[in-house]
């Protein structure tokens, strides 16, 4: 953040019952999903924030670390160069967008999965949330559609609305998952806002982005094996 913490969110969602749970803002969980599957499961609520989420977490038993754990110099450094050119008024030049990561999943009953989980983007101010543990933003599933999870700008993804957009445009516009993934992020989101994993009833895996490279991965029972960065 801008004052030199961390602060990480995450989110899950079960396709078949639509159950999901999400975090935002703790800086002492070392699993931070699993601390939204605690949430998912153990809780009344779907979505915890702050200090709450940090005492339900004590209470759940999560495992807790110091916010030291968190820290690397590379992070630092860069959050440094931002600060410092902040001061200067110098010309803002794109930083990595590098601190999410995803996963959807299919299991041999046919049910679908997602979940994602975020350090945020560097120099983040004012507890600023982004689209990781917004539920149909940056995460979403369900066993009628796809579950997707995104990864980029959570700005952009939060007023698209993205992963669920991707799920409307199956159920309500008769899409494939491929041309539904590919609709949003080409032609609704803007080129360098980021891109998406999903996976569909049937098992077919699409990994979609409309930025220079997005680390990504795709496997299955059949044998595929199969990674990428752009």
């Keep these: 953040t801008h004052e030199g913490t961390i602060e990480l969110d995450a989110a899950i969602m079960n396709g078949r019952t639509l159950a999901c749970g999400a975090i935002a803002g703790v800086r002492t969980i070392r699993n931070p999903i699993t601390l939204a599957r605690r949430v998912m499961e153990a809780t009344p609520h779907v979505f915890l924030a702050g200090e709450g989420a940090e005492a339900f977490a004590r209470e759940a038993g999560v495992e807790i670390v110091d916010p030291s754990y968190f820290r690397t110099e590379e992070r630092w450094d860069e959050l440094q ?21 995803g996963a959807v999943a299919i299991d041999r009953r046919g049910d679908l999965a997602a979940a994602t989980s975020t350090g945020g983007r560097t120099n983040k101010r004012f507890g600023r949330v982004g689209d990781v543990s917004v539920l149909g933003a940056g995460t979403y599933a369900d066993n009628r559609t796809c579950a997707v999870s995104a990864t980029g700008k959570g700005e952009e993804m939060i007023r698209h ?33 980021g891109g998406m994993i999903a996976v569909g009833p049937g098992g077919v895996a699409v990994l ?6 997005m680390f ?10 199969e990674i990428g960065i752009r």
Excluded: K
Aim: charged share 30%; hydrophobic share 35%.
């Design 208 to 213: 979609e982005f409309n930025t220079e490279g």
């Design 161 to 193: 609305f993205a992963a669920a957009n991707v799920s409307a445009r199956i159920e309500h516009g008769g899409r494939t998952l491929q041309r539904a993934v590919r609709e949003v992020v080409r032609d609704v989101l803007e080129p360098g806002d």
């Design 81 to 101: 160069r931002e600060l410092r050119r902040e001061s200067s008024n110098a010309v803002a030049l794109p930083t990595p967008e590098m601190g999410t990561v």
């Design 216 to 225: 990504r991965g795709a496997a299955d029972s059949a044998g595929r094996f």
